[in-house]
Every structure is written in structure tokens, then in C-alpha cells.
């Protein structure tokens, strides 16, 4: 049996100036051309054990390590980022900040240069990349042109130039549409199969990467909690309380069934074999709304300057205490929308009407935190709404990925109350725990009269809070209905548990009913 | 929409001559800027410089930093006047302010022109090079000199339009706020946030090894008749320019009377900046993808 890749005995790890551990007596082994998925809830140790990997942790961050963690036989604690990067390529978050140069070229030759490798060598493993990540047809163009999943694959691209034996992603679609996130997935499973490159994933989307998994490794509060294939981590996470679980999974320990599936494919053939298998659901389509409009948007055009109509002629009404998840591919209109909605940008033709104040949170919650202390953002009221009382003297960056968030909304809140609330985009890198915690408040938000506009790409998260759900093409709204109807029969703008019970449900929650109505000899429909 | 120009690749021989011999030309027309003041050559030198934007297919992404040079020009051709009183033609007799008698004569409103038209040649001649040179590639041609001062350029250029976005999100969301705050307190969120930034690149730089980064070989590419044509171009402009400059053509004396020097070797100069800025241009060798030894 080949040494393992990385080796971690009994290692922990102290941010500077921080409290507790952010990584406790972990010790695990990964293997060579293994594929890796460290899940956990925000603030488990995912991304610091990441960044001990590459070294950054402690050599960047600084802080104290105990224990050992070697990596291709090297010890992080003395060998740093510069010398482990031969070993392995990281690729992080956000795509924006991990591209360096101005051409896509030239962000392929740097890390080759940086080694000193010849003109020759440099030059035929950039053609050897670009092919095999399906870049090639980048390659003259200026990274400010890239999409987000463009610059994502190239961050890959670039890290994997030099064909490290080990790949280390932190959340790499996180900050991409689900169609560009499943493709990333897919294409590192392949990078896995046919180049041998070890894989090491921090997710929060299982069921997007569990197909493509070995192994799943779970954290909790820094230590490892779990460490099995696919199907061992669901049991592991149905017994611990489900919320790591994939949606089918969990729909099947509600429903008292097992094993659990690590698949869409796997959860069907189980329920065929069980005899429950659904037959396709035809669902009914939603009622005319009637009532005021909270906000009415009235033929609704947005032209940029030398570029095509991003709005063509939209009409939306959302009455108060309405839930509407907007959906659509990047690019489909669904973020120029709620601006226009909320003023900040002018229609170039049609009207927004709104009865009262409009409140608009934007993707990134980090935009709104600009004080020196928390409670300078919001005010205490408002810091304990979001969950944050005692940390009035916080400064705001310094809170976690979720926490900001939380702030932001209630910055965004503030002056209310509000007849119009948007969202755009909230549930990006948030785990399920957090995402269940925002359809929490925003089920309040809509109790008190406010119309809630959701822009999300996450199917389970609209099914989840939504009383309507508001499809958008290329700047028409292209479907408008109940998420049964509109998530229930598609393909791709589908839950993952519709495409298992073929539209019967949407949520675990739901399928789970509908599963135990059946096994009581009910029909499955 | 921005009026510094962007590079794009575009197929035609400047974006496809190698970037030492494309930024040479560029330079070599914005050096005319700084060594003349004589209206016929600096005519010359504007026409070469539009010429080759045009033929390169960055007519528009000139015809914008022109847009940029030209309230600049007129601004110099205005102020010059007023705050300088030589000159004997006199044009507008003015008051006193504060106790300074203000005159204006031709001369100096000459001067203040032939001033503002050094200023848009230098200008478009460097919006040439920012929209018809890969800055990537010009900075590899640094970095063989100081490959860290060349790869902060390159961030610098990478980052500054990132950063300028997020400036741009941090001021929409200020205004999504009840009681928006002032400006100061978002350009600080915004610098603070650009820190995060620099911290996040800096550790995208550790994992892919830049601590042992050392300088780049020179990558051993032929020269190509674009590669030639362009090189030809800029030395002849820029040997030119000085030569004639040594030989005193082009002389201008605005004070205390407008002189300047017209002959046949201003007018010889000024043909040939057009005729070098049209060399990279002409002919069957200037087409690409067409192999011409």
C-alpha cells in the first residue's frame, strides 16, 4: 500500500489572540488519489485545516500548533506554503482574489515561472492545463472578462499547473450558480480518475459532492467527528441529528428507511425496490393572485450602455406577507431586478410602484458592516435579533461568515418596518443549520405584512420558504407559481428530493410524510 | 465605460508585435510630445498615433482618452494667458487682480495652445499603448529586471478595477441603509475591505510558491516581420525626433514674439512620423496569418 499523501497525528491548532482551538488533536491519514469531502458547519475547522495543509497555518497566520501534520512526508510546522505548494495547489473561495494577473495566459505561466522553470516547459504546460481543464478556449482573454465559474476553473487551472499530488479546495462553489458548481465538481472528480491527483473538498453542498466522494470527513468545533464512505457519513450524520444529512437522506431516516442513499439514483432504485417508487406528479397549477401589490413592477426594462436589454418588459406583483423565491441562471435578471425594485438603479422603460419603505440586503453582507463596533451598525435591539447581543464591541470584520450575514440583514432592516423585503443571494456558503435559521426569519418578516423577495439559486432553500416561486430566462419571468408547481416538475430548477419522488415533494420534510403515508399503505402521490 | 483605455487582443500587427517593440512605438510617438512644441510635428505626431490606433482597431478606445486630453488642452491653451504676461502682441488689455495686471497676449495664448497639444499627443500616445500593449506581457519583460516590483505592477493593474467594484458595491449598500453614512465612513469600509483583499492575495501568492520565486529566463521567441515592422517604426520615430531635435528643426520661440521654424525639414519630419506610424500597417506582410518569410 502506497505511504499515505498526509499524515496528522494528534495535531491542534490557536488562532493568534483566539480563545479556543480551531483545530483539536485531529489525526487522520489521506491517501494518494483519493477524493476527500471535509464537511461541518461554519466555524468547525474546515478551512483552517485546509490552510494547514498548504501551510499558510501556522506560517501566514502565525498562531501555535501541537501534534504533527506531514504532508508528502513534509512537516507543515517547519516547512511553509512555499515549499508544500510543489506538493499541492489551493484553491480558495473567492475567485476574485486568487487571480493575480490581468491575462489568463499569464496567470497559467506565473506559479511555473515562480519555479524557475524554463520557456519551453512553462509554455507546453499551459497548453497541457488549459486543454485538460477546459480553459484553452480562454486563454487570450483578460481575466476581468471571466465569468465567476470561468475565474473558479482557472484558480484550478493555475494551482494545478504544475501537477501537485494533492488539490486542496475551500468551498470552491460557493460563490457559483449551481450549474457551475455541479460541472466543478464533476471536473475534479475527473482530474481525480485520470491524473491521480489527490482531492481534498471543503463543501457545505453534500449533495452535490457526495456522488463523486470516497471518503467524507466531518468536523465538529475543530476535532473530527467522523471519518467514512459516503453512505457510512449518512448514517453517521442521520444518528447525529441530520444536519450534515443530504436532503434524500434525510427524508429517508424521517421516514425510517434505510440504508440511506448518497445519491438521487441510489434513493430511486431504493424506493423501487421498497415498491414505493412515485409515479410522475402532474401539479396543479397555482391560483391567480389577486390583492394589492405590496410592489408592482410594471413592464419593466433595463438596457446597459452597448450591451443587450438585461429586463424585457417585466410584470411582478408581490402582495404583503408573501414569500417569493426569484429564481434563474446567472445573468437571467434576477440581481438588476431587485435594484431597480429598491431605486438603485433606473428602468430605462416602465414603472415600480411600491406601498412603503423597501429594504434590500445585497449578496455580500461585508458591503453594509462599515463601523468600527457592531453596535454602531444596527443598535442593540438589532444586534440581539441577530443573535449577536453581548458583542456590541465587536469589530464587525471580525465576525464569522454567518454572523456577518445575520448583521447585515438586520443593517438592512433598520428604519423599518418595511412593506418590501429583498434578498439577493443570502444563502451562499451558508450551512443548513444557518439557512434554516434565515427561512425562520423570513417566515417572521412575512407574518408581520412584509412581501419577501428572495434572489437564491438553491432549490431546497426556496422550497423551504417560499409560498411562490418567480422563474426568470434572459430578463422575462418565464415561470410564476407554488414551488410544487414551478420546483416540483423541472429538471434543473428542481429540489433534490423531487427528482427522487418525480415532483411528489419538495423537502425531506414533505417526502418524508409522503414515504410514511405510503409504508401505511396509502398511494405515493 | 472608462476613459484609459483597456487592452483586448485584437488581430492586427501591434497587439501581435512582441510588447518591448508595440510599447516602443507608443513611446516613441509620446516622446514627440515631450521634445516638440512646433504645431506642424505634433500635428504629425497626433495624425501617426490615430492612424495607427485606427488601422490596430482601437479607433474608439482613443477617440476616449482624446475625450480625456482634450479638457485638459483647453484648460492649459486658457490658464496659460492669464497667469503669463509675456508677450508683445497684445489682445485683451484686462484689470488688476490682486494688484497683478492681467494682459493677454497672442503669444502666450499660442503658447498655452502649442502646451495643451503636447499634452493630448502624450496622452493618446499613451492610450495607445494601455489599449494595443498586453500588460502582462510588457510587465514579463520587467520582471526580468525586478521580478517583484514588476508582479506588484501586474497585481496593482489586476486589482485596482476589483477594488473599484467593491467601492462601487460598498456605496450601494450604504444606500440600502435607513440613514446613509457619510462618505468618509465608506471610503474607510472600503479600504478596510481592500486590506481583507490584499491579506486574501497575498495568501493566494504563498500557496503557489511566490516566497521562492526567483527571476524568469528570457523566453527565446523569434522575431516576426510584425515584431520587425513595429521595432522599425518606433526607432525610426524616436531617432528621428532626436536627431532633428539636436539639428534644432522644429525650433519654436513663443516670447517675446511668436517665431517658428517652417522649411522643408519640419515638413520632412512631420511626413515621415505619419509614414512610420503607417509602416506596421502596409502592405501584404502587414496581413496576419498570411506567411511571408
Not at chain 1, 493568534?16 to 469531502?37: K, M, N, Q, Y
Not at chain 1, 453542498?205 to 464512505?229: H, K, S
Not at chain 1, 431605486?343 to 462599515?370: F, H, K, M, S, W
Not at chain 2, 479600504?191 to 504563498?206: I, T, W
Amino acid at each position: 500500500m502506497a505511504e499515505p499523501l498526509v499524515v496528522a497525528e494528534r495535531f491542534s491548532y490557536r488562532y493568534p489572540e483566539a480563545e479556543r482551538l480551531a483545530l483539536r488533536e485531529l489525526t487522520l491519514s489521506i491517501e494518494p488519489g483519493s477524493f476527500t469531502v471535509l464537511a461541518g458547519a461554519s466555524g468547525s475547522g474546515k478551512s483552517t485545516l485546509i490552510r494547514a495543509l498548504c501551510g499558510l497555518v501556522p506560517h501566514f497566520h502565525g498562531g501555535r500548533v501541537s501534534g504533527e501534520l506531514a504532508v508528502g512526508g513534509l512537516d507543515v510546522r517547519h516547512h511553509g506554503p512555499a515549499e508544500l505548494a510543489a506538493l499541492c495547489g489551493t484553491v480558495f473561495q473567492d475567485p476574485e482574489t486568487q487571480v493575480v494577473m490581468g491575462g489568463v495566459r499569464a496567470e497559467l505561466e506565473l506559479p511555473l515561472e515562480q519555479r524557475g522553470q524554463s520557456p519551453a516547459s512553462v509554455a507546453r504546460a499551459v497548453e497541457e492545463v488549459a486543454l485538460a481543464l477546459g480553459v484553452a478556449h480562454l486563454l487570450d482573454r483578460r481575466t476581468e472578462t471571466l465569468s465567476g465559474g470561468e475565474l473558479q476553473r482557472l484558480a484550478i487551472a493555475a494551482a494545478l499547473a504544475h501537477r501537485p499530488a494533492l488539490l486542496l479546495l475551500d468551498e470552491p462553489t460557493s460563490q457559483l450558480d449551481p450549474v457551475a458548481g455541479d460541472e466543478l465538481i464533476w471536473m475534479l472528480r475527473r482530474l481525480n480518475e485520470e491524473w491521480g491527483t489527490a482531492v481534498v473538498v471543503a463543501e457545505h453542498r453534500l449533495e452535490r459532492c457526495l456522488p463523486a466522494a470516497d471518503r467524507i470527513v466531518a468536523m465538529e468545533n475543530g476535532a473530527l467527528a467522523c471519518d467514512a464512505p459516503p453512505r457510512g457519513f449518512l448514517q453517521w450524520a442521520a444518528g447525529a441529528g441530520g444536519d450534515l444529512a443530504t436532503p434524500v437522506a434525510r427524508m429517508f431516516s424521517l421516514a425510517g428507511l434505510g440504508p440511506p442513499p448518497a445519491s438521487v439514483k441510489e434513493a430511486r432504485g431504493a424506493l423501487r425496490e421498497a415498491g414505493l417508487a412515485p409515479s410522475a406528479v402532474e401539479a396543479a397549477p397555482g391560483g391567480r393572485r389577486r390583492g394589492a401589490g405590496a410592489l408592482v413592477l410594471k413592464r419593466l426594462w433595463y438596457e446597459v450602455e452597448e450591451g443587450p436589454a438585461v429586463l424585457r418588459g417585466v410584470d411582478l406583483s408581490l402582495r404583503p406577507g408573501e414569500r417569493v423565491a426569484l429564481m434563474g441562471r446567472n445573468g437571467a435578471g434576477k440581481s438588476t431586478l431587485l435594484r431597480l425594485a429598491k431605486g438603485l438603479i433606473d428602468p430605462t422603460r416602465g414603472r415600480v410602484e411600491c406601498d412603503g419603505e423597501v429594504a434590500l440586503l445585497l449578496q455580500n453582507p461585508g458591503d453594509y458592516l462599515i463601523h468600527e463596533r457592531a453596535v454602531e451598525e444596527a443598535g442593540a435591539v438589532a444586534l440581539g435579533a441577530a443573535g449577536l447581543g453581548g458583542r456590541e464591541d465587536t469589530n464587525p470584520r471580525d465576525l464569522s461568515g454567518g454572523e456577518r450575514e445575520r448583521l447585515a440583514l438586520e443593517v438592512a432592516l433598520a428604519g423599518g418596518p418595511h412593506s418590501v423585503v429583498l434578498l439577493d443571494e443570502p444563502t451562499r456558503g451558508m450551512d443548513p443549520v444557518r439557512k434554516r435559521a434565515l427561512a425562520r426569519r423570513i417566515e417572521e418578516l412575512a407574518d408581520d405584512g412584509a412581501a419577501v423577495m428572495v434572489a437564491t439559486h438553491d432549490t431546497a432553500f426556496a422550497a423551504d420558504f417560499a409560498d411562490r416561486v418567480v422563474l426568470m430566462g434572459r430578463g422575462d419571468v418565464i415561470g410564476d407559481g407554488g414551488p410544487a408547481e414551478v420546483l416540483g416538475g423541472g429538471w434543473h430548477f428542481s429540489t433534490e428530493v423531487a427528482r427522487a419522488l418525480d415532483g411528489a415533494a419538495l423537502t425531506a420534510e414533505q417526502g418524508a410524510a409522503l414515504l410514511t403515508r405510503a409504508l401505511a399503505g396509502e398511494p405515493l402521490r | 465605460m472608462t476613459l484609459v483605455p483597456v487592452y483586448r487582443q485584437r488581430p492586427s500587427p501591434l497587439h501581435n508585435a512582441r510588447a518591448s517593440a508595440a510599447a516602443s512605438f507608443c513611446c516613441a510617438f509620446a516622446l514627440i510630445g515631450g521634445l516638440y512644441a512646433h504645431p506642424l510635428v505634433l500635428g504629425a505626431a497626433l495624425a501617426g498615433v490615430l492612424l495607427a490606433a485606427g488601422a490596430a482597431g482601437v479607433g474608439r478606445e482613443i477617440g476616449r482618452s482624446l475625450r480625456l486630453a482634450l479638457p485638459l488642452a483647453v484648460l492649459i491653451a486658457l490658464v496659460n494667458p492669464i497667469v503669463y504676461q509675456g508677450g508683445d502682441t497684445l489682445l485683451v488689455r484686462g484689470g488688476v487682480v490682486l494688484g497683478r495686471r492681467v494682459d493677454v497676449t497672442l503669444e502666450a495664448l499660442v503658447s498655452g495652445v502649442l502646451a495643451g497639444l503636447r499634452v493630448v499627443v502624450l496622452v493618446v500616445a499613451l492610450g495607445l499603448l494601455s489599449a494595443a500593449v498586453d500588460p502582462d506581457k510588457l510587465l514579463r519583460v520587467f520582471r526580468r529586471v525586478s521580478y517583484r516590483s514588476a508582479l506588484t505592477a501586474s497585481l496593482a493593474t489586476r486589482l485596482v478595477p476589483v477594488l473599484a467594484r467593491d467601492a462601487s458595491r460598498m456605496s450601494d449598500a450604504a444606500r440600502c441603509r435607513s440613514t446613509p453614512p457619510g462618505r468618509l465612513a465608506v471610503a474607510r469600509a472600503a479600504l478596510s475591505g481592500a486590506l481583507e483583499r490584499a491579506v486574501d492575495v497575498a495568501a493566494a501568492l504563498e500557496v503557489r510558491g511566490y516566497a521562492n520565486a526567483g527571476r524568469t529566463g528570457a523566453a527565446r521567441r523569434r522575431w516576426s516581420r510584425h515584431d520587425v515592422r513595429v521595432a522599425l517604426a518606433a526607432l525610426l520615430v524616436a531617432a528621428a525626433a532626436i536627431a532633428a531635435r539636436a539639428l534644432g528643426v522644429g525650433e519654436v520661440e513663443a516670447y517675446p514674439r511668436l517665431e517658428l521654424s517652417l522649411g522643408p525639414a519640419e515638413v520632412a519630419l512631420a511626413a515621415l512620423l505619419v509614414g512610420a506610424a503607417a509602416l506596421p500597417f502596409v502592405g501584404r506582410a502587414a496581413r496576419l496569418g498570411v506567411a511571408h518569410g
